[in-house]
Structures are given as structure tokens and as C-alpha cells.
């Protein structure tokens, strides 16, 4: 009881200083992207894609042009042009097949967005992380160092603040640094654990990426620190496809027993790679939410060519900005924004506006684990508002009538609430038998909605 006493009166007593943060995703530049030329061949073409006529500003179809992304960018500026850092969470090379890239095709991309970024915001720290796609060939992201690690450190100098972080990126693609008094940012290399990754297929600890991660999260307990971790390949499940996964399922169990095990100096990760926007919520054997997730959109529409995914696949660009306490690093809010393509494309300009707020829009008190817990419980309640919400801004309303059958909802609830494995088949198995809301209820909601607003209006 004192000590719950002590515990709120210096609660109290810390002003509470709120700062803001960016997070940008997923860029994919197309440097063969344009509006004039042979059809099928204006944009790079992947997976039997091909579009006829892709508009300046990007198209669904194909990966963004410099246009959209510098104006993605600018837009950050606009909107927020004193945040704190910015986080940058990989993925910057078209979607094509090897042959049609080559290590300095994927180094000089890499530099173009280092280059972007720099001229836009010349005064901020950016903490990046590669994606699978920083790579060539794509994928194969090595253990022990590289001519691609050792031009990207050279590119990312500036925003390490010492020379130990430096020459870990070089080695394994990853590194951490002191980015505030109370605030570690660990930079991790999840591309080393990923199943399409085959160089590292058989080790036991690709690069020592597991053993540093566990010595620097407890480094930061011992020096009172919290961290937050980035990263681009998340562990768990994709939202949009039945036990699609990324990681090679040891690597995803070492991952997350790592979270749970540290969980109490882990203020927040943010991963990128799904180009959608959704979260995931990490519990410790009781059942308890220990950790979470923020996954954030790509700033490129490109649609997904893998096939069996739920709806059409693509997206519109996104950039997020995060509101958090500089003291405590609690997330206090997410602001999400974003451009309407087609809107671009008809109107000549992409106009990048607010999607939603995760307080306002959800109603939640803040982007903290609870609150994030409380808000996937909500998901398998009987209220399907919120959910239906949450699916909305899922591809960030590329289709406003897109729905979600009791299948694609099963799929979302499992992969935000089951990162594990085990956890992830016994939640697809109950909710499949049992407790999902039924598509008619939620037919019959939106009917009731309907008539409520035509009788009130
Ligand atoms: C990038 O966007 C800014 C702001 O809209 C604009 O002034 C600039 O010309 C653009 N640059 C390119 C290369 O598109
Ligand atoms: C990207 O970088 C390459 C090599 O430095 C350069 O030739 C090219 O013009 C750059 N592209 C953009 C859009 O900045
Ligand atoms: C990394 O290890 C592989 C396999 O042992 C080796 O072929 C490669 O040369 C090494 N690379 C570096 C940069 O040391
Ligand atoms: C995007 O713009 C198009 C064209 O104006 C419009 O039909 C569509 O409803 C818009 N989407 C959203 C989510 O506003
Ligand atoms: C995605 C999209 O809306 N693409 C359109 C962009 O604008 C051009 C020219 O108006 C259209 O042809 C594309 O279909
Ligand atoms: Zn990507
Ligand atoms: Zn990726």
C-alpha cells in the first residue's frame, strides 16, 4: 500500500512532456515507373501485373513513383516538421524479379531515400532498419557483413551517435544507440530469421542477432532505460491470409520469448512489411498482454501477388505520425494519414490528410498494450463497429465497400491477438467453431445504422 502511495505521488511529480515521432514504410521505389510508353512495361511488372495507363502519382497495380514518394515525404514536413525522429522500417527496392536489379541498383535506391530524407528533414535523427528487399539477391540478408551493409552504414552515419553502433550494422545488418536520455532505439535485423532468407536456414543463431538483442534489452533494464525496438519482418501472422507467417517458426518462438522475457523495458515496436496497417498483441503464459505491435502501412499501393489474400490486395500510401510521453516513452496516440490515389490521380495533386486517430477514432485513453489489448477484445465482442473500423483503415480505404466475411475477420482477430504458432492454430480453430459474430449480425447492424441515421437526419 506505501509503496502504491510513493508510486502515484512520483508519478505525479514527473511533468509529463509529450513529443512526437514519424514512422515511414515500405517505399518501393520504381525508378522505371512512368505514364508514357509501352503498356506493361511503365511500371516494373510483377507477378503478370501490368497497367495500361498508371497515373502520375502512382497506381495500384505498380510500385510509387519518385513523384509520390517525395510527396509522401514533404507531406510529413507539412503536417509535422519538428518531430523528435523519424522511425524508417525498409523495403525500398521494387518488387521485380533479381535479375532486373543488381547490388548497386539496390544500394543506389537505398541512398536515394537516405538522400530524401536528409533533404527534407536535415536536422532529425532517423532510425531505419532494412527490409527483405534491401537486399540482392532480394531476401538473402547475410549474417557476417557485406558490400551492401558497408554502403548503407556509410549512408546512415550521421544518425548513429557512436561508432560501436556503426560497425555492428555492418556485421549483422542491425544495431542499437541511445536516442534520449531514458530511450534506447534497437534497430533489429528480423530479415536474417525469414523463411525465404536460405543463407541462414540451418544456424542456431543467424549473425548472433538473438544473443545481442537479449544482452542489450537487459543492458537497458540494468541502466533504468526503455527501448523502443524497430524492425521491418514482424514475427507472427499476416492478416490478410490463413497462417501465412514470415519467420522460420524456431526463429519466431526465440523472438518472442524474448519480447515476454523483456517485455517490461519494451515501450513499443514498429514493423513494417504488411503495407497494411494492424497491430499485434503479445501475452505471457497467463494470458496476461505484455507487449505489442504497431505495423505501418507502406507509403507504396503496390497489390500483393500472393495469391489467396483476402480482398484485392492493395493499398493507399500511408505515412504515421506517433504522440508519446518523453519521459515514461508511453505511446500516447497514433495518427495515421494518408492520400486517396485515385482522388490523386483525378485531381492532379495528392492532398495527404488524416485517416484516423487511434484515441479519437477508437476511443481508446492511449496506444499503450492495454489499451491495445482492449481494443482486439472489442474485436470478438457483439459491437462489430469497432472492428469494422479497424478493417477500414486496414489498406487505409482502398475500397470503402470492401467487406470482411467471417473468414477474413477469423484471420485479422487471430494474427493481432497469436504471434506463436500453437497460439495462432487453437484461435483460428475456436473462432472458426464458435465465436465469431456472424456476418448477418453484422449485416443487421449496419441495417439498424442506416435507418437510426435516415429517422435522425
Ligand atoms: C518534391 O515535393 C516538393 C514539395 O511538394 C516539391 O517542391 C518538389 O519539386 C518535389 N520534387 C520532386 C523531384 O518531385
Ligand atoms: C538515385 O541515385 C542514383 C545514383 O546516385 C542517381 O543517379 C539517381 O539520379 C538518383 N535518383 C533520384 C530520384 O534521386
Ligand atoms: C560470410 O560467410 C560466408 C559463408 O561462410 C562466406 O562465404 C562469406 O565470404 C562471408 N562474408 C564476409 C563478408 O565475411
Ligand atoms: C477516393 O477517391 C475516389 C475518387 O474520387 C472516390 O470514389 C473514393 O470514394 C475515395 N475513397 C475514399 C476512402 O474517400
Ligand atoms: C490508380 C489510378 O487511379 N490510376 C489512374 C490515374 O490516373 C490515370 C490518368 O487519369 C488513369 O488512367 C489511371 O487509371
Ligand atoms: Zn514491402
Ligand atoms: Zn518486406
Known amino acids: ?36 510508353g509501352v503498356p506493361g512495361e511503365m511500371c516494373h511488372v510483377s507477378g503478370g501485373q501490368q497497367d495500361g495507363s498508371p497515373g502520375v502519382w502512382g497506381d495500384y497495380l505498380c510500385d510509387a513513383p519518385w513523384a509520390l514518394i517525395n510527396s509522401s515525404v514533404y507531406a510529413m514536413r507539412q503536417i509535422e516538421a519538428n518531430p523528435d525522429f523519424i522511425l524508417w522500417t525498409g523495403d525500398d527496392t521494387p518488387h521485380v524479379p533479381n535479375e532486373e536489379l543488381g547490388q548497386q541498383v539496390v544500394i543506389n ?68 544507440v541511445s536516442a534520449a536520455p531514458h530511450l534506447r532505439i534497437v534497430s533489429v535485423n528480423t530479415n536474417l530469421h525469414y523463411k525465404s532468407n536460405l543463407v541462414t536456414k540451418d544456424m542456431e543463431d543467424p549473425g548472433g542477432h538473438f544473443a545481442w538483442l537479449d544482452r542489450v534489452l537487459g543492458d537497458a533494464q540494468t541502466n533504468s532505460e526503455m527501448v523502443f525496438i524497430v524492425g521491418h519482418l514482424p514475427p507472427g501472422f499476416f492478416e490478410l491470409k490463413r497462417s501465412q507467417y514470415w519467420m522460420y517458426p524456431n526463429f519466431n518462438e526465440r523472438y518472442n520469448e524474448l519480447i515476454r522475457k523483456h517485455s517490461s523495458v519494451i515501450a513499443g515496436q514498429f514493423f513494417g512489411h504488411h503495407h497494411t496497417d494492424s497491430f499485434r498483441v503479445f501475452y505471457d503464459d497467463d494470458g496476461s498482454a505484455v507487449s505489442s505491435m504497431f505495423l505501418c502501412p507502406a507509403v507504396t499501393p503496390w497489390r500483393t501477388t ?68 482492449r481494443l482486439a477484445s472489442s474485436f470478438t465482442g457483439p459491437d462489430v463497429s469497432q472492428f469494422r473500423k479497424y478493417h477500414q483503415f486496414n489498406t487505409l480505404s ?55 441515421t435516415v429517422l435522425i437526419v
Open 306 to 373: 500472393l495469391p489467396g489474400i483476402s480482398g484485392f490486395g492493395a493499398n493507399n500510401p500511408g505515412v504515421r505520425l506517433y504522440k508519446y510521453d518523453r519521459q515514461t516513452l508511453q505511446i500516447k496516440d497514433v495518427v495515421q494519414y494518408y492520400t486517396n490515389l485515385t482522388e490523386a490521380n483525378l485531381s492532379g495533386r495528392p492532398v495527404w490528410q488524416e485517416a484516423y486517430s487511434l484515441t479519437v477514432t477508437f476511443g481508446l485513453p492511449d496506444g499503450g498494450t492495454d489499451s491495445l489489448h
Open 1 to 36: 500500500m506505501f509503496l502504491l502511495f510513493v508510486v502515484l505521488v512520483w508519478t505525479q511529480s514527473v511533468a509529463t512532456e509529450d513529443g512526437w515521432f514519424w514512422q515511414v514504410t515500405d517505399f518501393h521505389y520504381d525508378p522505371r515507373y512512368s505514364t508514357a
Open 109 to 176: 535506391i537505398i541512398g536515394n531515400l537516405t538522400s530524401l530524407l536528409k533533404e527534407v528533414f536535415p536536422t532529425k535523427r532517423v532510425y531505419a532498419a532494412l527490409g527483405n528487399h534491401d537486399y540482392h539477391p532480394k531476401n538473402q540478408l547475410p549474417p557476417n557483413g557485406s558490400d551492401i551493409y558497408d554502403a548503407v552504414a556509410g549512408f546512415w552515419r550521421d544518425w548513429m551517435d557512436d561508432d560501436g553502433a556503426n560497425s555492428a550494422f555492418k556485421q549483422g545488418g542491425y544495431y542499437a
Open 398 to 452: 482502398y475500397d470503402p465497400t470492401e467487406t470482411c466475411d467471417n473468414n477474413c475477420w477469423v484471420d485479422h482477430v487471430c494474427s493481432i491477438i497469436a504471434v506463436g504458432h500453437d497460439d495462432y492454430d487453437v484461435c483460428v480453430n475456436d473462432k472458426i467453431t464458435g465465436g465469431a459474430p456472424e456476418s448477418k449480425k453484422i449485416e443487421m447492424v449496419l441495417v439498424l445504422t442506416c435507418l437510426l
